[in-house]
C-alpha cells in the first residue's frame, strides 16, 4: 500500500507525527460533525505537540511489572493526599458529571465528592473542569500536599507542559496554574481507566445528584467497596 511505502521512505519521528495529525483531523471532524466544535489550526497544533511529548514519555518510562498481582490504584506517599477523578460529558445536554475521591497514604478515603457542570462544550472541557475542581476541593478542605490523578490525557498533559493555549479551555487551564500556588507539594498525572476503578463508579452513582454533594470520610456503599478491595489488596503485597 502507498502508506507502507511513504513510511519506509520517512524518518520514525515524522511517522509518529504523521500518524498524530491524521488522529487529531479525524477527531476535530468528528467533533464538528457531531458536536458543532470549531478549532482553530493553533489548537490542533498544540495538541499535536502535546500528544507527541506524552508519548514519548511513556515510551522512556521503565514498566515494573508486579510479580504476583496487579494494584489498581498506587497510594501517595506518606503526608500527600491522592486525589483520584472521572468525569462523564453528555453531549446532547451539553453537561458533564463530576466525582472525585480523597485517600491518604493507606488508602483512607478521606473525602468524596459528586457534582454536575452545564454549559460543557467537548469532552475536552469537561476534562480541564474536572481537573480544576479537583483541585479547588483539595484547596478547601486544606490539603498542601497532593496529587491529582484521572485519565484526562489531554488536560493533564497540557497542564503539566503550561504552554501557552488558546482553545476552549484557556481559561480553565489559566486558572488551574493560579490555584497551584496555594500547595506546598503538587502534581497531576495521567492513570488508565482500569485504575480508576472507584472514581469511575463515583461517575456512575453521581447522575443521582443534581447539585454538588460532599461526603467527610464516606462515600456511596458500591464506591466504599471497591475502595477497601483495593486497600486490602495493598496490605496484602506489604
Request: aromatic share 10%.
Amino acid at each position: 500500500m502507498w502508506l507502507d511505502h511513504l513510511f519506509d521512505l520517512l524518518s520514525k519521528d515524522i511517522c509518529e507525527y504523521f500518524i498524530i495529525l491524521a488522529w487529531s483531523l479525524w477527531s476535530y471532524r468528528n467533533s464538528k460533525v457531531h458536536d458543532n466544535a470549531f478549532r482553530t489550526v493553533k489548537d490542533i497544533a498544540c495538541d499535536i505537540s502535546a500528544y507527541a511529548a506524552m508519548l514519548h514519555n511513556l515510551w522512556s518510562t521503565p514498566i515494573t511489572l508486579l510479580p504476583s498481582q496487579t494494584v489498581s490504584w498506587i497510594p501517595p506517599p506518606e503526608n500527600v493526599v491522592k486525589v483520584n477523578f472521572d468525569a462523564s460529558f453528555n453531549s446532547i445536554m451539553k453537561t458533564s458529571v463530576l466525582e472525585i475521591i480523597i485517600r491518604d497514604a493507606d488508602g483512607f478515603i478521606l473525602a468524596t465528592s459528586s457534582n454536575q457542570n452545564v454549559f460543557i462544550a467537548n469532552p475536552e472541557m469537561a476534562e480541564a473542569r474536572a481537573c480544576e475542581q479537583a483541585l479547588i476541593l483539595a484547596k478547601d478542605l486544606r490539603f498542601r500536599s497532593v496529587i491529582v490523578e484521572g485519565d484526562a490525557l489531554t488536560a493533564i498533559t497540557k497542564i503539566n507542559r503550561s504552554f501557552e493555549d488558546m482553545s476552549e479551555i484557556w481559561a480553565i487551564l489559566q486558572n488551574i496554574q493560579a490555584l497551584k500556588r496555594d500547595f506546598m507539594y503538587l502534581s497531576f498525572e495521567f492513570i488508565r481507566s482500569s485504575n480508576n476503578r472507584a472514581a469511575h463508579l463515583m461517575t456512575m452513582e453521581g447522575r443521582a445528584f443534581s447539585e454538588q454533594t460532599v461526603w467527610i470520610e464516606e462515600a456511596p456503599s458500591s464506591v466504599l467497596e471497591v475502595a477497601m478491595s483495593e486497600r486490602l489488596g495493598l496490605e496484602l503485597l506489604d
